[in-house]
């Protein structure tokens, strides 16, 4: 009897802990890395020849560069993430993707 109910406590302290475990971030983390290192390269060298390019890309470079950095703050932070705000960032991850490669294939990268 006392290692059936050895069993079961155990078993309540595991699915105590996985409910409290909140959605995974990993995913979303793995998604900025991949992204930012994307954004990094065309964004240094626009940087080294930013009068070759139009105003205009590097704004759209400094507003994208800044909200990479709020995310990276709050993906790095211990805070919990709800799982539609990581949907929401992975979203404009991949927006931000697809806007690299535009760049790219414009402007020759």
């Known amino acids: ?3 059936m ?3 079961l406590m155990a078993m309540v302290l595991c699915m105590s802990l996985v409910a409290c475990g909140g959605p995974d971030k990993q995913p979303t983390i ?3 890395n991949n992204t930012s290192k994307a954004f990094n390269e065309i ?3 626009i940087n080294a020849n930013s009068a070759d390019y139009p ?3 590097v704004e759209v470079m400094v507003d994208m560069a800044n909200l990479l950095n709020e995310y990276s703050a ?3 932070s211990d805070k919990d993430i709800a799982e539609e705000d990581l949907t929401k960032i ?3 991850l991949s927006d ?4 690299v490669d535009e760049v790219k294939s414009e402007y020759g990268l």
């Open 74 to 76: 709050l993906l790095s």
């Open 55 to 57: 105003a205009e890309l």
């Open 90 to 92: 992975q979203d404009w």
């Open 30 to 32: 793995d998604a900025f």
């Open 43 to 45: 964004a240094a060298t």
């Open 96 to 99: 931000v993707d697809g806007w």
């Open 1 to 3: 009897m006392k290692k």
């Open 5 to 7: 109910a050895k069993i």
